[in-house]
């Protein structure tokens, strides 16, 4: 989890944006940039851009391609210019976010882009031909929509285990919602997988000096929950997030993370990054008992509530859990306490902190 706070100091100079400001902003104007975040993407690329280079986009829409390298130590760079088409009606550019994490690496892409409407596709996520099309013409048609989201396909390297339905939400793979429509206040967040967010609305949040608490991913490392704290951040300053099932992408999964190996990490660095989306939670959260509310936003609270949780499972730990039965859920659970336990003992006068630094700013 990222160090940052929301930054409240930043508000001073000059006038945050409002809703009706953004939405009057973005209303009727065209253009749409396609962001690629990378982090030694040399092997992925190449699939992810042929399906960018494949778009069919109307000529009186205009759109571009931006590759945000994230410190690479392979030749992603070279690989991304050697693998788009010369004198492509939409250009492609380079640039480079120095400080590691994919928020990071996001939030250089959209104080790069030309274009009002910002698409974040993963290096492995390849999107549909009508892509850029159809999130034009939703967020054009519905400038209440803050941010967009889409539906992944999995695409295996080696046939997947049968625990993998189960758990395919993890993978950002599957429906996010039952039907098309706003999941603001149902599931409340979207997956950053194909995420399409709305300038207008990054410009809200910065012109009102939010940071993320997250870092994402860096580099291999397991991280995560940016997607997450985006979602919270844009329905708490009044934007809808949109889910439609047309907007279809494939996610290719290599074979390191079909293994139940990978999955038991995944969760554990779930629960160390879950402590960043607290705070939001808390705001979320307007019917918790008075002291249960106070217990819940403080590190001791929260440290004797893992260590409940944990002792509960003991049995598993003693006596199951070096096995890790596949497909187990109970495994699962008990890496997401760990993972939340260890990160917990470490970030004891930062977390709550966090609570009134994200409070205050929404207020």
């Known amino acids: 989890m990222g160090h940052a706070l929301l930054n409240q100091d930043a508000r001073c100079g000059h006038r945050a944006l409002s809703l009706a400001d953004c939405r009057a902003k973005c209303a009727m104007t065209l253009g749409v940039t396609c962001i690629v975040c990378c982090y030694n993407s040399a092997s992925r690329l190449p699939t992810t851009l042929a399906h960018l280079a494949a778009q069919r986009v109307p000529e009186d829409i205009p759109w571009e391609v931006l590759v945000v390298d994230n410190n690479s130590t392979d030749n992603t760079i070279q690989v991304a210019t050697t693998n788009w088409p010369r004198d492509f009606r939409a250009p492609l550019s380079i640039v480079s976010e120095p400080r590691q994490g994919l928020s990071f690496a996001r939030l250089r892409g959209v104080q790069e882009s030309h274009y009002p409407i910002v698409t974040f596709i993963d290096d492995d996520n390849w999107v549909c031909p ?21 539906m992944g396909e999995p695409v295996f390297e080696i046939p997947p285990a049968p625990w993998f339905e189960t758990y395919k939400h993890c993978y950002a793979v599957g429906s996010q919602a039952p039907v098309e429509g706003d999941v603001s206040c149902t599931t409340g967040y979207l997956w950053g997988a194909g995420l399409t967010m709305r300038k207008a609305a990054f410009d809200q949040l910065e012109s009102k000096g939010f940071k993320s608490l997250l870092s994402d991913r860096q580099g291999d490392k397991l991280m995560g929950g940016g997607d997450l704290e985006l979602s919270y951040a844009l329905h708490f300053i009044g934007w809808q997030l949109w889910y439609d099932p047309l907007l279809r992408y494939k996610h290719f999964l290599p074979s390191n993370r079909l293994e139940w190996v990978y999955l038991r990490k995944w969760h554990r660095a779930a629960g160390a990054t879950s402590l960043g989306l607290d705070p939001y939670r808390a705001l979320l959260d307007s019917t918790s008992h008075a002291f249960r509310g106070r217990m819940k936003r403080c590190w001791f609270g929260q440290a004797c509530l893992m260590l409940v949780q944990l002792f509960r499972k003991r049995s598993w730990l003693l006596r199951d859990f070096p096995q890790y039965s596949e497909g187990n859920n109970v495994v699962l659970s008990i890496e997401e306490d760990l993972g939340r336990f260890f990160a917990l003992l470490g970030r004891r006068a930062l977390y709550d902190r966090s609570f009134d630094s994200v409070s205050n700013f929404f207020a």
Not at 135 to 146: A, F, L, N
Request: glycine letters at 14%; zero cysteines; hydrophobic letters at 50%.
């Open 130 to 150: 009508e892509w850029v099309a159809l999130v034009h013409q939703k967020m054009i048609s519905h400038p209440e929509i803050g941010a967009l989201g889409g």
